[in-house]
């Protein structure tokens, strides 16, 4: 086993297109590569993603994954798929979509001696927080920040950059709904 499985947080985040979901599934490969038990959770948002029990990344890498809708439901699934005391790997994509009962699931998963990967937006497009990731940060062992290319001037983005007028937060979309955007280029109106 890894030096990594002496439970710990890691939370990768970044604006959309910086390849979270990527870099989180690139973790687990490797966990997996090293025979340690691998589980991917994603929020059930089927409404809007149909239900597919995967993650997708913008680069069309997916991998198969669990569909929650409360992040406590972890603790079901995690318990049934493991032996007493066995180390766990868990991914969690999208997190900026579950509650605040997030950090309290991941830190009782953490000093349970298990590995937790979280991917997520930190902030959404008016660049306000995205709750429950500024709290899980707090929690966090270690912190990765990605950014994208700024669509405008090709320089490091770390925005959000809405393309449609609609003020709701959470508004699912990829391309045709945002862009990555620097400081200098990211638009925000109030």
Known sequence: MTDFLHGRIEVIT???FSGKSEELMRRLRRAAIAKEDVQLYKPDMSQWWGGEAKVSTHAHQEMPAIAIKSPSDIFDHAW???TLGEEIV???DEAQFFDID????CTQLANSEHRVIVAALATDFRRKPFDPIP?????ADQIDMLTAVCTVCGKA????QRLTDSKEQVLVGAE???TARCRRHHEWKP
């Open 14 to 16: 970044g604006c959309m």
């Open 80 to 82: 049934k798929r493991t």
């Open 90 to 92: 868990i991914g969690i």
């Open 102 to 105: 997030l950090v309290n699931v």
């Open 135 to 139: 709290s899980l940060l707090c929690q």
């Open 157 to 160: 983005a770390v925005y959000t």
């Open 176 to 178: 045709a709904i945002y």
